[in-house]
């Protein structure tokens, strides 16, 4: 019995030896609080444009864009939601290849919605699939 004991502690003595410490910020521990449902992407051309539903205070949808190829271009987001509800990001913006540009909608649990994302220098809009709050 003592020779498990002891060999016991030895495990987990060498198991936490090998596992560094690990610290948490503030911003870090209230981001465990929210809960986000799963990504949802459409693939473009040049990129992915994808929405996810992020639950918490406050809640939300989460808007995102990963230009891979291709020219700069000017893009607006717009939440468009099965309910009605729909609502623009705060203004156009550029993006190139290889960046990736995010806007969250912190507008609360709006049942099923998706991101409409509009292209405008060259025309035509781009829609995610539909995504929900967890």
């Known amino acids: 019995m003592i020779t498990r004991r002891r060999i ?3 495990a987990i003595a060498a198991v936490c030896a090998a596992v560094p410490l690990t610290t948490f910020s503030a911003s870090a521990a209230q981001a465990g609080a929210a809960g986000f ?3 949802k992407c459409s693939y473009l ?3 992915d444009l994808c929405a996810t539903g992020i639950s918490g205070s406050p809640a939300g949808y989460d808007a995102a864009y990963a230009k891979h190829s291709g020219s700069t271009i000017t893009v ?10 729909q609502k623009d990001d705060n203004g156009a913006f550029s993006i ?4 990736r540009r995010s806007f969250v909608f912190s507008v609360g649990n709006q049942g099923s919605c998706r991101v409409r994302m509009s292209d405008l ?6 829609y995610s ?3 929900v709050i967890p």
Not at 76 to 85: A, S, V
Not at 96 to 99: I, N
Not at 121 to 126: A, D, E, L, V
């Open 8 to 10: 016991s502690a030895i």
């Open 37 to 39: 449902g799963p990504t």
């Open 45 to 47: 051309t040049n990129g």
């Open 76 to 85: 607006r987001f717009r939440l468009m939601c099965i309910n009605g509800f």
């Open 96 to 99: 190139s290849a290889g960046q």
């Open 121 to 126: 220098t060259n025309g035509g809009y781009f």
């Open 129 to 131: 699939p539909y995504v």
